[in-house]
């Protein structure tokens, strides 16, 4: 499985991007897809998760109420939409998925088998 990650760029703090994760297969559907983003000189941290079906939804306390992730199994796409940006939101921002026959979400790095190559996402102050 492939994953493609997109859509970051440079934004003024309080702006607002969207990133979008591809994959080679057909659609999403049976895999659990997150979000990780890494700053420089830090660890790779949870960002949110959705589980395969869509119905489920995770964030890490730092972005909840501003990040929103979705699924668009029809264009074979997640979405992380991020709002009112801070300058600590700027890192690496890394898609990964994992087949599950289990609706639910998954926080931790090692739980995914298929990583992107990440989008880099600035936030200016």
């Known amino acids: 499985v492939q994953l493609q990650a997109s859509g970051g760029g440079l934004v003024q703090a309080g702006g607002s991007l969207r990133l979008s994760c591809a994959t080679s297969k057909r659609s999403f559907s049976t895999y659990a897809v997150g979000w990780f983003r890494q700053a420089p000189g830090k660890e790779r941290e949870f960002v949110a998760a959705?589980?395969?079906?869509?119905?489920?939804?995770n964030y890490a306390d730092s972005v909840k109420g501003r990040f929103t992730i979705s699924s668009e199994n029809a264009k074979n796409t997640v979405s992380l939409q991020m709002n009112s940006l801070k300058p600590e939101d700027t890192a690496v921002y890394y898609c990964?998925?994992?087949?599950?026959?289990?609706?639910?979400?998954?926080?931790?790095?090692?739980?995914?088998?298929?990583w992107g190559q990440g989008t880099l996402v600035t936030v200016s102050s």
């Open positions: 959705i589980n395969w079906s869509g119905d489920t939804t």
């Open positions: 990964a998925a994992r087949p599950t026959g289990l609706r639910r979400t998954y926080t931790l790095i090692g739980e995914y088998a298929y």
